[in-house]
């Protein structure tokens, strides 16, 4: 899957779309499911939002995209206790939403 947005990427014809390049309204993701982040990023979000709970239930949809992460972190850390494991788990899960919206946030220079 593409991770990226490029202008061409836009469903242009999408209400959400429409809602953000007429009004003054950010499009923001509640979600760091990276299928749900591409949907919401073509449909003209500029930002996304998570924590625990929403990692929680991203990793049990996902989880065959995120379990060779997670045996990484374990491998990496193996006398870490299981928080701080979920803790890194939740950094790595941000990092590539972050990493998705920064043709964004380059865009706007930083302003959404």
Do not use: H
Not at 18 to 42: F, G, K
Not at 59 to 76: N, Y
Request: net charge negative.
């Amino acid at each position: 899957m593409n991770t990226t947005a490029k202008t061409q990427d836009y469903d242009t014809s999408s209400p959400l779309y429409r809602t953000v390049s007429t009004t003054p309204t950010d499009y923001w993701n509640d979600s760091c499911s990276s299928e749900e982040l591409a949907y919401a990023i073509r449909n003209g979000a500029v930002g996304a939002t998570t924590n625990p709970s929403i990692v929680l239930n991203v990793f049990k949809k996902e989880f065959s995209a995120w379990k060779d992460t997670l045996a990484g972190i374990i491998a990496a850390n193996p006398t870490e206790a299981e928080d701080r494991i979920t803790w890194r788990l939740i950094e790595a899960m941000g990092l590539k939403g972050a990493a998705m919206l920064m043709p964004i946030f380059e865009r706007e220079q930083g302003r959404k």
